[in-house]
T-cell receptor, first 112, second 111 residues
Framework: DSGVTQTPKHLITATGQRVTLRCSPR?????VYWYQQSLDQGLQFLIQ???????AKGNILERFSAQQFPDLHSELNLSSLELGDSALYFC???????????FGQGTRLTVV | AQSVSQHNHHVILSEAASLELGCNYS??????LFWYVQYPGQHLQLLLK??????LVKGIKGFEAEFIKSKFSFNLRKPSVQWSDTAEYFC?????????FGTGTSLTVIP
């Protein structure tokens, strides 16, 4: 158990819908990262937050947004979902900017 | 932009064979390097990391990696693989705020 908790574990939704994925980082970790893992794209970095502020942005679509709350948990919002958004979404956390990241179990999103 | 390349996409080995997975990164400045493993149906777990010091890094489960700065490489090795090592292996580099992951190498170990 990495200490990073993601909910839900599985999510099935229809095209055009909006979903929210939640991540609770390890206790004491200030940084949260979101990744998308699909068979054809591999592991893609989406976005990073540090202590509530956005720190880095990767290949995140405009339909996607994220935030980190004062209690340090983070949410990834995916809207106007398309079939191609079906993937495993991982959250990772780290203490700061110079340490390794610990990954959660992921949320498997299926868009039908 | 920083990038990480893993040369082998799929590797199939028999038990007790030696393993070496290649990883190259593109950044010329200070970089932290990692190898993660993802067992089937599970999340990524840290195998080992290199920040500084001895370029030969030992990790969990008998894995090790060697950082060769002149070659921008951080190859993963294990002298004798087991069936339980069947997994996806990801090399990652960290510069500043971002982690950059390779596309992964799928390892299948045949009993």
């Amino acid at each position: 158990d990495s200490g990073v908790t993601q909910t839900p574990k599985h999510l099935i939704t229809a095209t055009g819908q909006r979903v929210t994925l939640r991540c609770s980082p390890r206790s004491g970790d200030l940084s949260v990262y979101w990744y998308q893992q699909s068979l054809d794209q591999g592991l893609q970095f989406l976005i990073q937050y540090y202590n509530g502020e956005e720190r880095a942005k990767g290949n995140i679509l405009e339909r996607f947004s994220a935030q980190q709350f004062p209690d340090l948990h983070s949410e990834l919002n995916l809207s106007s979902l398309e079939l191609g958004d079906s993937a495993l979404y991982f959250c990772a956390s780290s203490v700061g900017t110079g340490t390794e990241a610990f990954f959660g179990q992921g949320t498997r999103l299926t868009v039908v | 932009a920083q990038s990480v390349s893993q040369h082998n996409h799929h590797v199939i080995l028999s038990e007790a064979a030696s393993l070496e997975l290649g990883c190259n990164y593109s950044y010329g400045g200070t970089v932290n390097l990692f190898w993660y493993v993802q067992y089937p149906g599970q999340h990524l777990q840290l195998l080992l990391k290199y920040f500084s010091g001895d370029p030969l890094v030992k990790g969990i489960k008998g894995f090790e990696a060697e950082f060769i700065k002149s070659k921008f490489s951080f190859n993963l090795r294990k002298p004798s693989v087991q069936w339980s090592d069947t997994a996806e292996y990801f090399c990652a580099a960290r510069t500043g705020n971002q982690f950059y992951f390779g596309t992964g190498t799928s390892l299948t170990v045949i009993p």
